[in-house]
């Protein structure tokens, strides 16, 4: 299993091993000791899976008072991952980092508690499964605009469909009261 560290420093790309034979394949999607042993810490208390279909982009999202740690993947199909770093007073506000994540590569991208999240698709579908290290809460949730010029995402689709929330979701400026602190609790 491999571990790499990305320009965020606590953002990681996880690349599993994978045993593949004429039947099939198997890997370990999670180990507890080996994802802590990296940086990788839970506990993880709540898995979900969307599907999604090619062009959709859904993010920037965030949780501010119970901030999620998010461990994901692309179980079929591919997709453009992002996490930008949205802690005020961080060293790497406002940067971004993105990695391919597909049902062929089998790699995961931890995106910590303090930073936003979103991905676009690049297959027909996607199906993707990411565990989080607190609950969901529609109340504590925050959007992001997508195409914010002060993050610069360069997302590799054009003209996205995105849910109304996305569509209205201010930029970062105009946010900072809302933003989570740089150390993240």
Known sequence: ????????????????DVYRDPR???LETYHERKYSEH????????DNHSHSRRGTLRGLHAQIRRPQGK?????????????????????????????????????????PPGFAH???????????????????????????AWNDPAIGVAWPIENPVLSAKDQNAPRLADL?????PFPTP
């Open 39 to 46: 940086g990788i810490r839970g506990p993880l208390v709540q």
């Open 1 to 16: 299993m491999k571990f790499t560290p990305t320009p965020l420093p606590e953002v990681i790309l996880v690349e599993p």
């Open 71 to 111: 461990l994901v993947r692309a179980i079929e199909g591919e997709m453009f991952d992002v996490a930008v770093d949205i802690r005020r007073g961080s060293p790497t506000f406002a940067r971004w980092f993105g990695a391919v994540l597909s049902g062929v590569n089998f790699a995961q991208l931890w995106i």
């Open 24 to 26: 099939g394949f198997f």
């Open 118 to 144: 979103g991905f676009c698709v690049l297959s027909e579908t996607v199906h993707v499964e990411y565990k989080c290290t607190d609950f969901y809460d529609p109340k504590d949730e925050l959007a992001v």
């Open 176 to 180: 900072m009261e809302r933003l989570p």
